[in-house]
């Protein structure tokens, strides 16, 4: 949890693990059942769409896919990531949604985190489809599905 | 029952093969009724019919199965020159495979045919079909002996009780056991009249004495509701034919061989089916391949230029010669993989004409050319519709009756002509009729009577543009409304569906003398050489085979030819006035790149001409177009981009957007 760096490929197909992230005080996760991969932003380069949705950053080429990026943040209608922004761990989440890949750009990761599925509770948050508990916490799980 | 689920490959194997089975009938019967009797056509029939048959029993589809043996029965009568192939037994046919067409749709809508069944017409047709041939033959297939059982095992089958269409399931065991050894017998063998009695105690099958009797037996209990097999010995043979208490009496005399039992696949033997995906992924594969190859020649000739006189520079240049060789024969082959033979859908024109000209009382004659000519598979589907409008229109409206055709001076019978072409990068398909030609007086008082347009507006048409009036949704010169066309629903769908596979069509008509469309469809979609723009940071393509020209301009030269009104701008190219739009604005972009000069490309979508200002071109390429469609729409990820098409991967591996100039403008 510390560790702070994540593991990029490791442990992804444990069903109870997601990727913990943390965003202006709140935590969320990912399930790592919906994680297809993540890279590091400032490896990629994003070609910018006119004209689309706020928060749409663009399209990345994913050996050979190409993949539209969604800026997590920006969703959230606080400041948008430019693309020439690389201050922080940035990083692109690509997830698999009703057989569409999508990058999520996140920042402040905290890890992968494994979770107690007994203490799982409903959320009022339509962004999100329950809290999971995990080492002490409670995580906001982002309904990926809903959301998109 | 089960519901046919297209995405299973087994499913989507059977329905495309039951498919081409009943197209294969249907076009035999037609050239029957074309050019007469033709033993070879009968036989064709009945394979047909046959392997329709067996391959609705693996599917438990008894109806299907049930019409099949009919149309079967009838065939073999046929055959057997006991009964005249008369038009009414034509008509029968044709009948019975529109039953078939029915029951296998049924089959992809619900699974269940009870519907049908109930359907008096069906039952009647069966009835009608089995009266023909039974009235002459008389069901009693000849029994052949096989007359001699040495050399043989028996082996016996059980299955559970309560199971139920066990012919079906004897039929499955014979198939399975037939990949491994021959099956000289079974019995009973009745087991095509479908009735489970016979089949109450089990069945006896009659195999090769060398064959692997453990192998037979596990291919058996791959299959569900099987209780038991046992092997008979050849001791109880001899012991005067006592085989099994539960099985009875069975006299050896009583079996009957059945010398086929492999489902007869009709497969052309030098092709292989290949999923939809399979082709997608190895044509994303290629394209993959493609944009490598391009990287590894790029940095040999970097590597080439700093090293002269290095050998394995030398080589490495060798080799990627003929890796850029192999690679684009790959693409060309991949490719050509996904393109269908435009035969799939004027085959089915045939038929359709026979019945339009037998309910209209016209005559026609049908002229198809062309049908090797292929196009993607894509767009196969979306052009069989508008196709069929289009010969039903021309037979409907395009063609005269017999007695005005007489008293005109035109020979009585009515041509209708379809052919294929290859064009410029397109297939150019032509639907020609000798009929009366469209009016365009008609037109004229159409259009003025229903306010389509204005009488000053009306003054400035040329013939082509009132023309494009009978595509407008609602539009119909059509004197009476018929059953088959009138409503004036129907071309406006037809330029809609070819539009949205960027294709285009065209009409020319002479009046009193007939119609003529022409539909110009691309080859393909998947690839397509494009000409790169940067706007900004933004890489665009615009495909290369709609640009009509690139013009550089100074303001002057812009000035003269170009007039700006506050919401619009067109220019004069040759002699069109062209609307003129800038890349800049429609994706609200500011590139600053301020240029003495304005590049200004002129392209044709499909029914317009366009004028693009562009800041700059960047060059061209041959590029793979992913769609973005499943991200484009007011609720979907990317919102309301519909002027992109697709988003390619350009050599040195960054994006460009692929523009749908057809989008560009929405008046």
Redesign the interface.
């Given at each position: 949890m510390q560790s702070g760096e994540l593991r990029d490929e490791a442990d992804i197909e444990d069903a109870n693990c997601v990727l913990a992230f943390q965003f202006d005080q709140t935590q969320f996760c990912i399930a790592c059942a919906e994680i297809a991969e993540v890279v590091r932003f400032k490896d990629v380069?994003i070609?910018?769409?006119?004209?689309?949705?706020t928060g749409?950053l663009g399209?990345?080429?994913l050996?050979?896919?190409?993949i539209?990026v969604?800026d997590f943040e920006a969703m959230w209608k606080t400041h948008a990531t430019t693309l020439s922004d690389q201050r922080r761990h940035k990083r692109i989440v690509v997830v698999n949604v009703n057989g569409?890949q999508?990058g999520v750009l996140i920042s402040g990761v905290l890890g992968l985190v494994s979770v107690d599925l007994s203490k799982t509770q409903p959320t009022d948050d339509i962004a999100c489809s329950a809290l999971v508990y995990a080492e002490g916490k409670y995580f906001k799980q982002l309904d990926l599905a809903a959301w998109? | 029952m089960v519901k046919l689920n297209l995405e299973d490959s087994y499913h989507f194997m059977y329905w495309e093969e039951t498919k081409a089975q009943i197209a294969n009938i249907e076009a035999e019967v037609l050239m029957i009724e074309e050019i007469g009797f033709d033993l070879e056509s009968i036989h064709h029939m009945f394979r047909m019919a046959h392997s329709i048959k067996g391959s609705a029993v693996t599917m438990e589809y008894k109806a299907l199965a049930l019409l099949a043996h009919e149309l079967e029965s009838l065939f073999t009568v046929i055959r057997d020159g006991k009964l005249v192939c008369t038009h009414e037994i034509t008509q029968m046919i044709l009948e019975g495979v529109d039953g078939l067409k029915r029951l296998l749709d049924q089959a992809v809508h619900t699974g269940d045919f009870s519907e049908l069944l109930d359907d008096l017409d069906f039952k009647a047709l069966e009835n009608r079909i089995r009266s023909a041939y039974s009235k002459i033959a008389p069901v009693s297939p000849s029994i052949e002996v096989v007359p001699n059982y040495e050399g043989t095992q028996k082996i016996h089958v059980k299955f559970q009780e309560d199971l139920e269409m066990i012919a079906v399931k004897v039929f499955l065991v014979c198939s399975a056991v037939a990949e491994i050894t021959k099956v000289i017998a079974v019995y009973p063998n009745e087991f095509e009249t479908l009735e489970d009695e016979a089949f109450k105690d089990g069945i006896m099958l009659y195999v090769d004495e060398i064959a692997d009797y453990e192998a037979i037996k596990a291919v058996i209990f791959t299959l569900t509701d099987i209780l038991a097999v046992n092997k008979v010995e050849p001791a109880d043979l001899s012991g005067g034919y006592e085989v099994d208490e539960s099985l009875g009496q069975l006299s050896v005399s009583q079996v009957t061989p059945r010398r086929d039992f492999k489902l007869s696949v009709a497969m052309d033997i030098n092709s292989v089916r290949i999923s939809n995906q399979k082709v997608n992924r190895l044509i994303n594969l290629v394209g993959e391949l493609t944009l490598d190859k391009e990287t590894l020649l790029d940095i040999t000739r970097q590597l080439k230029a700093a090293y002269r006189r290095d050998r394995n520079v030398q080589r490495l240049d060798d080799i990627c010669d003929s890796i850029a060789l192999l690679a684009s024969e790959l693409q060309e082959i991949t490719l050509s993989a996904r393109l269908i033979p435009l035969s799939i859908v004027f085959d089915k024109l045939p038929r359709m004409v026979r019945g339009i000209a037998q309910d209209t009382g016209k005559k026609i004659k049908l002229e198809i050319m062309g049908g090797d000519q292929s196009i993607d598979r894509s767009m196969i589907e979306e052009i069989a519709d508008p196709l069929t409008h289009l010969v039903r229109n021309a037979i409907d409206h395009g063609i005269e009756s017999a007695e005005k055709r007489r008293a005109l001076g035109k020979p009585e019978e009515g041509k209708i002509n379809i052919s294929a072409r290859q064009g410029d990068s397109q297939v150019v398909i032509e639907i020609a009729d000798d009929g009366g030609g469209i009016d365009i007086s008609r037109i004229k008082v159409k259009a003025l009577t229903q306010n389509l347009i204005s009488v000053e507006e009306a003054e400035h048409l040329t013939e082509n543009d009132w023309l494009e009036f009978i595509f407008k949704p609602g539009f119909s010169t059509a004197a009476e409304v018929t059953e088959l066309s009138g409503r004036g629903v129907g071309l406006d769908v037809v330029k809609s569906n070819i539009t949205m596979i960027n294709g285009a069509i065209d009409i020319q008509t002479i009046f009193g003398k007939g119609t003529c469309f022409t539909i110009k469809l691309p080859l393909t979609m998947a690839i397509m050489n494009v000409l790169l723009i940067s706007e900004g940071n933004t890489i665009f393509g615009i495909p290369s085979s709609q640009i009509l020209e690139i013009i550089r301009l100074n303001q002057l030269e812009y000035q003269s030819i170009c007039y700006e009104t506050p919401y619009s701008r067109m220019i004069k190219w040759e002699e069109d006035m062209i609307p003129l739009v800038s890349l800049e604005d429609i994706f609200e972009i500011k590139s600053g790149i301020q240029s003495k000069h304005r590049k200004i490309i002129v392209a044709s979508t499909v029914d317009r001409k366009i004028a693009i200002e562009v800041s700059q071109v960047v060059g061209e390429q041959e590029v793979v177009i992913k769609s973005i469609k499943h991200l484009v729409g007011a609720n979907a990820i990317l919102g309301e981009i519909y002027e992109i098409l697709g988003v390619s991967i350009l050599g040195n591996g960054s994006l460009a957007q692929i523009i749908d100039l057809s989008k560009l403008i929405r008046f």
């Open positions: 380069t070609q910018s769409v006119p004209r689309t949705k749409v399209f990345f080429n050996r050979g896919d190409v539209p969604i569409i999508v998109l | -």
